[in-house]
Nanobody, 113 residues
Framework: QVQLVESGGGLVQPGGSLRLSCAAS????????MGWWRQAPGKSRELFAT???????NYADSVKGRFTISKNNAKNTVYLQMNSLKAEDTGIYYC???????WGQGTQVVVSS
């Protein structure tokens, strides 16, 4: 069992920044690829950032150049640095093992003036 808890969401203005954290419990955090998903109201979950067990990253075009996924295996934590935020980034953000695992509660991001 691996439990993941997302935090760091909040309200920011367009153009602003947020840093999300995803803290995991368990003993095999560093073994697996991790991903960030988000879900806007009325839409399905979108996978937009992944990081492999070795640290390779991939991004959806919608966030490329603005978001950065990183991790600290020793701290069992994945991070998401979000810059140049847009209104369309609004949604609930989830962190999970890329290919398996349960969803957590997510953390809400609202980008609005």
């Amino acid at each position: 069992q691996v439990q993941l808890v997302e935090s760091g969401g909040g309200l920011v203005q367009p153009g602003g920044s947020l840093r999300l954290s995803c803290a995991a419990s368990g003993s095999i955090f560093g073994t697996y690829a991790m991903g960030w998903w988000r879900q806007a109201p009325g839409k399905s979950r979108e996978l937009f950032a992944t990081i492999s067990s070795l640290g390779s990253t991939n991004y959806a075009d919608s966030v490329k150049g603005r978001f950065t996924i990183s991790k600290n295996n020793a701290k069992n934590t994945v991070y998401l640095q979000m810059n140049s935020l847009k209104a369309e980034d609004t949604g609930i953000y989830y962190c999970k093992m890329h290919s398996f695992g349960d969803w957590g509660q997510g953390t809400q991001v609202v980008v609005s003036s």
